[in-house]
């Protein structure tokens, strides 16, 4: 089941790349915890830490997600500055 999950985060992540692009930001699944169900994710890009843009770019991928994958409790992130 965690497999199949970690397929679908990818596939919405992929689906989410070109708008990213126009924020200058990436994301990159690093892992799916199947027991906490929480996703790990690493932003990159022009300002992935800037607090106020940080959390609600975070608040919004992780709606998303929530709202396309039953299973999902929540996401943490990472940063990478580019």
């Keep these: 089941m965690a497999a199949n999950i970690e397929q ?11 708008m990213l692009k126009l924020e ?3 994301l990159r699944l690093e892992r799916f915890d199947a027991f906490e169900r ?7 890009g022009d300002c992935p830490d800037c607090d ?11 709606a998303h997600l929530r709202r396309l ?3 999902i409790a929540g996401v943490r992130t990472s940063t ?3």
């Design 24 to 26: 200058s930001s990436a």
């Design 69 to 71: 994958i039953p299973g």
């Design 38 to 44: 929480v996703v790990y994710l690493e932003i990159s």
């Design 8 to 18: 679908q985060i990818e596939r919405e992540i992929e689906s989410l790349a070109p």
């Design 52 to 62: 106020m843009k940080a959390a609600t770019f975070v608040e919004g991928i992780e």
């Design 80 to 82: 990478r500055s580019q």
